[in-house]
């Protein structure tokens, strides 16, 4: 059966590559997106952000019409699958940002048919994806619903797709069995839950990771009061000893969805969730930590600084929630000058690599981008990954910088 797909939210970081692997694989795929230039840059062939492999897809896809994009609200009914892909906040309390998505919620349901399929893709406040499915009833619509989570990582999306096992958490057997025959196209394991626990499953995972990190970050804050090499600990703790596989590296947990969705278990959870909370403070606390740690050993107040990286995590053009950005506000109030380079991110204010190298007195690395590795600064080098000396000194460095 060919199957005929409008993702809502279709070209944004989840929505788009889901769509180019979608139609790749077969599926005839509408984009419907509300952000104009995205669609624009869409609709022209242009990825609208850094997605590995998928300009030339973007391409074929396009060219041959299996793919198409729009801003019309009605392309929800001319489907026989929706994929919700918008984004799911948090405020400026950490606490879920449900209205906007109940919005955009009830305008798809307003548009939408008996007989579809709605799977909400992205992540979700646990017992959302049931609530959808009564509001349905209640709306007299007979749709089938699942929540099916995405878990690639941001940037990897095309290598990932087929290879992570996909969670199927349809509210019906009809429902599991339709989504299921769906992402059956891109070939991947699947396993079915109930699904709250699909919902779950993604907080827990992130949760878990950005809880990890926040192991590793304490561990670093505690090495350097004490002066000891937190990257030469960890190397000994993890070389050849099978139980510490996988421990990361210090560095900054940011990007737009760690933070977040430990922050919609722990408001899922009436805000108890200690453990989430305090990898918060650590996570969060980590550029303040560095900056006066660096005061101790310099002026920084007559000091020009810059920071290299300001996206969220190396080799991306994504600054959400980048501690790289917070980074920038704690130095811009206690240096004399902040410069920021980034080679990924557009930003007028943004200085040029060798302009950085050359006027800074002290640098900060903030994003480990491959353009920096093995770099020898002449000057101090604030390097809370350890990637400069660890590319300078064993060149290659697999991708493990912390973030989603
Ligand atoms: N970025 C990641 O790495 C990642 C990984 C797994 C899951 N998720 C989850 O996926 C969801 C989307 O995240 P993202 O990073 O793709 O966000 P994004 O902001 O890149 O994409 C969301 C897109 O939705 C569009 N949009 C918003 N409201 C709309 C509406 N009412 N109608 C049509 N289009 C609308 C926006 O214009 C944007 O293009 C979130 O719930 C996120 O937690 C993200």
């Not at 869409?42 to 030339?56: I, Q, S």
């Not at 006027?359 to 604030?382: K, M, N, S, W």
């Amino acid at each position: 059966m060919k199957h005929s797909v409008c993702i809502v939210g279709g070209c944004g970081h989840i929505g788009l590559p889901l769509g180019i692997a979608l139609s790749t694989a077969g599926a005839r795929v509408t984009l419907l997106d509300n952000t104009e230039s995205r669609v624009r840059s869409v609709a022209e062939g242009r990825m609208p952000f850094l997605e590995r492999g998928a300009d030339e897809s973007l391409t074929e896809v396009l060219a041959d019409g299996r793919l198409t994009v729009t801003m019309d609200p009605d392309a929800v009914g001319r489907s026989d699958t929706v994929v919700v892909t918008i984004g799911t906040p948090v405020d400026e309390f950490l606490s879920p940002e449900v209205r906007t998505f109940d919005r955009a919620m009830e305008s798809i349901l307003g548009r939408m048919h008996d007989g579809q399929l709605l799977i909400l893709r992205s992540t979700v406040f646990p017992g959302v994806t049931s609530r959808l499915d009564k509001r349905t009833r209640e709306r007299g619509l007979r749709i089938d619903v699942a929540h099916c989570p995405e878990r690639i990582a941001q940037g990897y999306a095309l290598e990932e797709t087929g290879s992570l096992p996909q969670i199927i958490g349809g509210v019906t057997p009809s429902a599991a069995r339709r989504a299921s025959a769906l992402f059956a196209l891109l070939g991947a394991k699947q396993i079915e839950i109930p699904p709250v626990e699909a919902e779950l499953c993604k907080l827990f995972c992130n949760s878990y990771r950005y809880i990890n990190f926040a192991i590793a970050n304490q561990f670093y804050v505690i090495a350097e009061k004490f002066g000891a090499d937190f990257d030469r600990v960890r190397k000994a703790m993890t070389t050849d000893y099978p139980r510490m596989a996988g421990f990361p590296g210090a560095g900054f947990a940011g990007g737009p969805c760690l933070l977040k969705d430990t922050m919609q278990l722990a408001a899922f959870n009436h805000n108890d969730f200690v453990l989430g909370q305090a990898a918060m403070m650590i996570n969060e606390g980590l550029p303040t930590f560095l900056v006066e740690s660096a005061k101790a050993s310099y002026d920084l107040s007559t000091a020009t600084v810059a920071i290299l990286g300001m996206a969220f995590k190396g080799n991306s053009d994504d600054p959400r929630d980048s501690l790289a950005y917070k980074l920038r506000k704690v130095l811009t109030f206690e240096s004399r000058k902040v410069l920021c380079t980034d080679p990924y991110i557009e930003d007028p204010s943004f200085v040029s690599l060798e302009t950085a190298l050359e006027e800074a007195d002290v640098l900060f690395l903030g994003a480990c981008h491959d353009e920096y590795r093995g770099l020898t600064p002449r000057q101090p080098t604030i390097d809370v990954f350890n990637f400069l000396k660890r590319t300078s000194t064993e060149g290659a460095e697999p991708r493990t910088a912390n973030a989603a």
